[in-house]
């Protein structure tokens, strides 16, 4: 199973130009994946830099046709200038994998006085693999808050509990055709995107720390480069917008009982078709 993450700056490259389409092409040309997860996917939002077009959640189900698409909003805000789109910015999964059920998280947003910021979420698919099956979680935290980051990362550890408890306790469905559906989660998860937290920084070292009752997570490239530092993940390319240097932020996270089943973990550092580079996971 190849799964590809990658923050796609609603497809806008390194020079400004906005080009969905040609993202999704070089993210094919990385890999043959099964899923493949977005951030910053926009509807509505034509006013950002490279005007993206009006509903780009579409534009990945044409791009990919026999893969399912979906999506979970973060900011939600209304139409500007008399237009009928509200102005929306989130996540995006597309794979061509059964998916058996898809939960979208809110996230936590304490107030900051001191931060601009916006609604963040995560959103989950449980798909169905030769394996089994294994709950894939994108994702894309707080960039100016660390007390948000903080906060959106402790949730995510939560609901990997929740979902160790569902695992554990699992409830029947009512009936076969109604909402009240099975309440069984896998307990296994991929957690990707951009997290807004460097490498070995204070979010990071939660995350990653232990959980009491459940498997932690592990970095799936630090494990398989034991003693190496991950190469930078944004501003390699882009140096307008990160004026500051590159840094290291974006991560594939896998639950540590899916150790055994890493087979390699890549950060293609040749692009140039977002100010984040992409990320590429194969399990076993």
Known sequence: MKLVSWNVQWGRDAQGRVDLG????????????????????TRGF???????G?????????????????????????????????????????TRLRVSQVIRHSLPWPADAASP?????????????????????VTHLEFYSLKQRLAQTDELRRMQLEAADHAAHPAPAENAAGPFAATSRPVSAIVCGDFNSEFGSEAYRAFVSPLPGAPSFIDAWTTLHPGATPPPTAGVYDTAQWSSGPIT????????????????????????ASDHQPIVLELD
Do not use: W, Y
């Open 22 to 41: 040609r993202t999704i092409e070089t993210a094919k040309r990385l890999a043959d994946f099964d899923i493949l997860c977005m951030q910053e996917i």
């Open 46 to 52: 034509g006013v950002l830099p490279g005007g993206p």
């Open 54 to 94: 009006p509903d780009q959640f579409d534009e990945i189900a044409r791009a990919l046709p026999g893969f399912t698409v979906l999506c979970a909003i973060g900011a939600d805000l209304p139409p500007l200038d008399g237009s009928r789109h509200r102005r929306q910015f989130g996540n995006a999964i597309a």
């Open 117 to 137: 910021s916006m609604q963040r979420v995560a959103l989950e698919a449980v798909v169905e693999t030769k394996r089994g099956a294994l709950r894939i979680i």
């Open 249 to 272: 932020c974006d991560f594939v996270f896998v639950t540590e009982d899916l150790r055994g089943r890493l087979r390699s973990c890549d950060i293609d550092g040749t692009t140039q």
